[in-house]
């Protein structure tokens, strides 16, 4: 009775660099056979990152099917879901010293201090608040401060509510709108990549 291997190609990882990629590395396997041949298919050796790859290498499943099938003879082996998986080669990276990180976050935060004083001055939030205390009061009030300060502040948690973020920590378990933009430019990414970048070809499948 022919065996019968059922592939689904993961469609991104990460990898540290002269890692060997092994079958259960880039794919989910499921084969009719015994424990032990799925053991022995899962760390089935596929490709051994080298330094001369760059930062992406792109895995078709076609090739993997062709490798897997000259080295079982006897099995059958059906791909699902992605047919390509994005390796993503993690090379080592310096500890970024304490001061640059303090002035990257300095002028990250005067750039958006910027930005929201010079939007509320392009709408006239100090005349609209100014009027609106007014309109409640009925008295002139150059600095309505029981108005500004309680508006400031809820515009700080406005924000971390906006963002579900407070640090490493999440409000609730709904991704935030910038998780779902670094997830739409990551699919993006992935599908250039797809794009331009050349696959393996058969000669790099060697033991």
Sequence with gaps: MTEIVYIRMK?????SALKSIKLKDIAYIAATGS?????KLKNEHIYQITEKD??????????????????????EVQLAGPSQCIIQIEKKRRSMPIWVVACVWIILFVGAAMTIMNFHYDVSMQAVQQR????????????????QIPYSIGLGLGMLLFFNHWFKRKFNEEPSPLEVEIFKY??????????????????????
Aim: proline content about 3%; cysteine-free.
């Design 132 to 147: 609106l205390h007014y309109l409640l009061t009925g008295k002139a009030n150059k600095f309505p401060l029981w108005i």
């Design 11 to 15: 469609k991104h990882i990460k990898l």
């Design 186 to 207: 990551q699919e993006s990414l992935d599908s250039y990549i797809i794009h331009h970048e050349n696959t393996l070809n058969d000669s790099e499948h060697s033991r």
């Design 54 to 75: 760059s930062n992406y290498l792109v895995l078709d499943g076609f090739l993997v099917i062709k490798y897997l099938l000259s080295s079982y003879p006897g099995i």
């Design 35 to 39: 424990k032990w041949d799925q053991h």
